[in-house]
């Protein structure tokens, strides 16, 4: 079960769904995509939902609901059925990347996004430039940025990286932490009301993984090592999902790929 508001369920949704061809449908969150279905959390629980055929139709070449979608489905999910998704809401924000496809087309990353934190490694990951690109992407999505510094405790020179970056990126705010140690995250979940998103991208082996698992408190996502020589991971992530933190915020982690970096 799961309360909509802290899911993120405000008035822009709720409007919405008065107006819609399906006002009697069941609201739900695009929590995950598995197998070819999609994986929804609403108020009565979670489940398991694929498109209505004629949705399908209506949506192909135009673009397929991402993870952090809202949608409306013909019936309660749960967990011994697959249910249909009859439509899918306006996004209030969407995070896209350049497709790698021969069409070049934008992919939606993932919607609905409150907050998006660059994450970057105070390793050989630290790269200036590539944090401001991060953020470029992050304002045009309509969510809020942030900066994560992480490993603080392999950096011995923290006191003039963190101004370097905060004279870069104006009015966004710079967090520095230790996943691995779990320092610094008290401030950063202080900073995600409950009923926010946020989302967490960076290059692989900055350590997002780890920071959600620290977060969580439990070893939900798979972490990997990087390479000694320039601190790159190998792409350990390959999905998008969403995830309740224990005090009610989601959180949310992208496919860290070359071409995103
Ligand atoms: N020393 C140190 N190591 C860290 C810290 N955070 C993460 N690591 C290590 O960095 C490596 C990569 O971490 P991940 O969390 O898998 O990185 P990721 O950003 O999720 O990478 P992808 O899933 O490949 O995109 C792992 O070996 C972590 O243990 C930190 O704060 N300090
Ligand atoms: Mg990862």
Redesign the pocket.
Known sequence: MYQLSTLGFGPFFEEQLSRSEHPAGVPARIAGEHRGAYVVWSASGAGRAQLAGKLRTRLEGKGFPAVGDWVVLKDAPGPDRITIIDEVLERRTVFTRGAAGRLGRTQVVAANIDIVFA?C?L?ADFNVRRIERYLARIWASGAQPAVIL?????CENTAERMPEVESHCPMVPVYV?????SEGLAVIRASIREGLTAA?V????????????AFLGEER??????RARDGR??????HRQLACWPEAACSW?R??CGSCN
């Open positions: 994450v490694g390793d992480n490993k603080a405790d392999l932490t230790s996943a691995l140690l967490f960076g290059s692989s082996g900055a350590g997002k993984s780890t920071l959600i698992n996502m798979p972490t990997g090592e990087v991971g190998c792409h350990v992530t390959t982690t496919r860290a």
